[in-house]
Nanobody, 123 residues
Framework: QLQLVESGGGLVQPGGSLRLSCEAS????????IGWFRQAPGKEREGVSC????????NYADSVKGRFTISRDNAKNTVYLQMNSLKPEDTATYYC????????????????WGQGTQVTVSS
């Protein structure tokens, strides 16, 4: 069964850090790009970051560049999103999703989605 499971969300103060994990099961990351998306109440789902299947290509939304870092542990079949210098506007439910090989900005092109993990940035 193909599955993505996110973890690592929580409540953090502005300026703090969190690391989100996206563990894949039933398929290998070697042939799949993994994207991180987020959705705040009343807003559309937006792309945050993506890592290609080769691991050599990464994308970041302008709003998170320099603060977020995406990485992968092949042995654990897990992709991480390290989030530093968090801001209240980063508050959202974060999802990871998979598609074949290359990253894309087209959200419907991602075939598999996790259940989401809540990130709340507040003092």
């Amino acid at each position: 069964q193909l599955q993505l499971v996110e973890s690592g969300g929580g409540l953090v103060q502005p300026g703090g850090s969190l690391r989100l994990s996206c563990e894949a099961s039933g398929f290998t990351l070697d042939y799949n790009a993994i994207g991180w998306f987020r959705q705040a109440p009343g807003k559309e789902r937006e792309g945050v970051s993506c890592l290609s299947s080769s691991g050599r290509s990464t994308n970041y939304a302008d709003s998170v560049k320099g603060r977020f870092t995406i990485s992968r542990d092949n042995a654990k079949n897990t992709v991480y999103l390290q989030m530093n210098s968090l801001k209240p506007e980063d508050t959202a439910t974060y999802y990871c999703a998979a598609r074949r090989v290359y990253c894309s900005d087209y959200v419907p092109s991602y075939n598999y989605w996790g259940q989401g993990t809540q990130v709340t940035v507040s003092s």
